[in-house]
């Protein structure tokens, strides 16, 4: 091991050149190139370059300090022999210090005063080329990031609080994930108004919530309505429960649904298919898995049924119950919730008339179920009762044509209503 000292290169004949960053401190490994300190003229930041690899023993200057060319930086203990280095050229940051306004002619000193802060009006960042690089890695806008250091230059702290706080930010809040150009989420103190209470969102509610609004901002949803005649499917429906009571076993109109949703995507296999993470190939699958939104007291759960066209509907019903027991008593595995091609979201047990259902990513259609009605339907030149069904089917557009669309749900409607068309 060989003490070496860093001495400042050659920064243009500057003289009292202000030291404004030290980026290592004594027992920091370095590697070559890192940057070591980063200098200020009146016109430029610099950031001085350590000329080789190795351990920080002491750092001789501080931020604040004077400097010119040959002045020692710091003492590094490297493998080589000893000696003086003088660093590599500096790296040349963006002028700091544009001319102010036009009201001050250029003629003006160019004084340490004029310098802009950091992000003050939205303007660039005032940072070195070493936390903007650092700020590039991360992704963030260094424009966006208030400086706390000197002259309210942006440091590598301010850049790291930066990411922690967009991270814990909520959803929906500016900077969390937010589009660029909204405006920030209004921070209201609600407690002014009266009184509030803070309850955390729940785990499942982060989760679900994230992949929500991922969904909803990225794909192009359109939602096509329909209404299917189920007076027949809820006769069949009574006459299979009353057999199946004492199995224990509740065949909802559920297990019809997907039933029929699964004969449905067999007849139009787009709508089970996937986009591939380019979005330039149509991933069609030759299974039918169809998840279920279950409500939980914690939030929504989607366990998947597998292989719904080979079963019976007294098996679904049966795996319908399972599996929504399964997800409220918090036991589902991440493999229960995987591997869907289509997803049905019953509101029908609670109510409504229609709703607009959120994809499922990386799936393209989703289907919602509300609740049935005795309706006046026209039918051979008179109005008679009928059980209908709404229908809200949700697609991806880049997939799926509004012709497309129309056609699923009149065909599952058809399914719904006759039943005898499952056996097809
Ligand atoms: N029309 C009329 N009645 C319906 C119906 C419909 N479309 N769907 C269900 N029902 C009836 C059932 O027959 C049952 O009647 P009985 O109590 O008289 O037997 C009752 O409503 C309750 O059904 P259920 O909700 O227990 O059972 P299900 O099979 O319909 O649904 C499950 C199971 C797990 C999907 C459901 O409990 C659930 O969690 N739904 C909510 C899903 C959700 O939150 N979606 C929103 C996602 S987007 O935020």
Redesign the pocket.
Known sequence: MAEQQVLVPDIGGFKDVAVIEVMVKAGDIVAAEDTLVTLETDKAAMDVPSPFAGTVKEVKVKVGDKVGEGKLILVMETSGAAAAVTAPAAVLAAPVAPAPVAAKPAAAPVAIATVQPAASSGGKGHASPAIRRFARELGVDIAQVKGSGEKNRVTKEDVQNFVKQSLAQPRGAAGGGALPGLLPWPDVDFAKFGEVETKPLSRIKKISGANLHRNWVMIPHVTQFEEADISEMEAFRKQLNDEHAKAGI?I???AFLLKAAAATLKHFPDFAASLDASGENLIVKKYIHIG????TPDG?MVPVIRDVDQKGIVQLAKE?GEI?AKARDKKLTAADMQGGCFTI?????IGGTSFT?IINAPEVAILG????SMKPVYQDGEFVARLM?PLSLSYDHRVIDGAAGARFTTYLAHVLSDMRRLAL
């Open positions: 509740k909802t109109p559920l279920v939104a279950v409500d929504l319908l929504s979201s019953s509101l029908g047990g259902p179920v509300s609740r049935s069904l």
